[in-house]
């Protein structure tokens, strides 16, 4: 029998956080599931989404970098994606009110709090709305990278990086001397679930081990 390699230190320390973070979010309400990779994450996605249900999907880079979205299209499901960018400025307003009537939606998170908190700021709001309300699923991926210990860290962690860095992949830069207003917009919108919604039959959250996403 071979014996199975001991994880390195790194690697170690970070499945230790990711896995009790599951443990946390299975606690009050939500389904925590660990991925060990982003493979199995998809898989678990794939496997908590119904064959023919519509699924929304917000903004997120970490869905993007799993292919869950290239998956779930080629497997039939009808997607209402606004980042594709063969939509029509109309077509992607028509895509972000699907995500709200969708079977599921399907999307990341800015932080994640080690007692299973979910933290997220948005500026429009499409994507924490469908979150919170609309469908009767919800399902989010987060890669380890998004683990905080608390609240106030997590909230650190959206407005001094996260929101930054994708500000700047979308061309523009965020810093101190940006206008008050443009600035109150990009975090107009912050969410904190401590616990299941109550609306929701599922809400599944993949603790994934590997650095995915802002």
Same mark, same amino acid.
């Given at each position: 029998?071979?014996?199975? +390699?001991?994880?390195?230190?790194?690697?170690? &320390?970070?499945? +230790?956080?990711?896995?009790?973070?599951?443990?946390?979010?299975?606690?009050?309400?939500?389904?925590?599931?660990?991925?060990?990779?982003?493979?199995?994450?998809?898989?678990?996605?794939?496997?908590?989404?119904?064959?023919?249900?519509?699924?929304?999907?917000?903004?997120?880079?970490?869905?993007?970098?799993?292919?869950?979205?290239?998956?779930?299209?080629?497997?039939?499901?009808?997607? &209402?994606?606004?980042?594709?960018?063969?939509?029509?400025?109309?077509?992607?307003?028509?895509?972000?009110?699907?995500?709200?009537?969708?079977?599921?939606?399907?999307?990341?998170?800015?932080?994640?709090?080690?007692? #299973?908190?979910?933290?997220?700021?948005?500026?429009? #709001?499409?994507?924490?709305?469908?979150?919170? &309300?609309?469908? +009767?699923?919800?399902?989010?991926?987060? #890669?380890?990278?998004?683990?905080?210990?608390?609240?106030?860290?997590?909230?650190?962690?959206?407005?001094?990086?996260?929101?930054?860095?994708?500000?700047? $992949?979308?061309?523009?830069?965020?810093?101190?001397?940006?206008?008050?207003?443009?600035?109150? $917009?990009?975090?107009?919108?912050?969410?904190?679930?401590?616990? +299941?919604?109550?609306?929701?039959?599922? &809400?599944?959250?993949?603790?994934?081990?590997?650095?995915? #996403?802002?």
């Amino acid at each position: 029998m071979t014996e199975e +390699k001991p994880l390195d230190p790194e690697t170690w &320390f970070h499945t +230790k956080r990711a896995r009790a973070c599951v443990e946390a979010l299975n606690r009050v309400g939500f389904t925590g599931i660990y991925a060990a990779n982003r493979e199995d994450a998809l898989k678990a996605v794939l496997e908590a989404i119904p064959q023919g249900a519509s699924v929304g999907i917000g903004g997120s880079v970490t869905v993007r970098a799993l292919g869950i979205h290239e998956a779930l299209k080629a497997r039939g499901n009808k997607v &209402f994606d606004h980042w594709d960018s063969s939509l029509s400025p109309e077509e992607r307003t028509r895509a972000r009110d699907g995500q709200i009537t969708a079977d599921v939606f399907l999307s990341s998170t800015n932080a994640l709090t080690m007692k #299973g908190t979910l933290i997220n700021i948005d500026g429009t #709001g499409n994507r924490v709305a469908a979150m919170i &309300f609309g469908p +009767k699923t919800s399902i989010v991926a987060c #890669g380890y990278n998004k683990i905080v210990a608390d609240v106030e860290e997590g909230l650190a962690r959206v407005r001094d990086y996260a929101a930054p860095v994708n500000y700047k $992949r979308l061309g523009r830069e965020m810093d101190e001397a940006d206008d008050e207003i443009a600035r109150a $917009r990009a975090y107009a919108i912050t969410t904190v679930l401590e616990a +299941k919604p109550g609306g929701k039959e599922k &809400f599944v959250v993949v603790v994934v081990g590997e650095k995915l #996403g802002y």
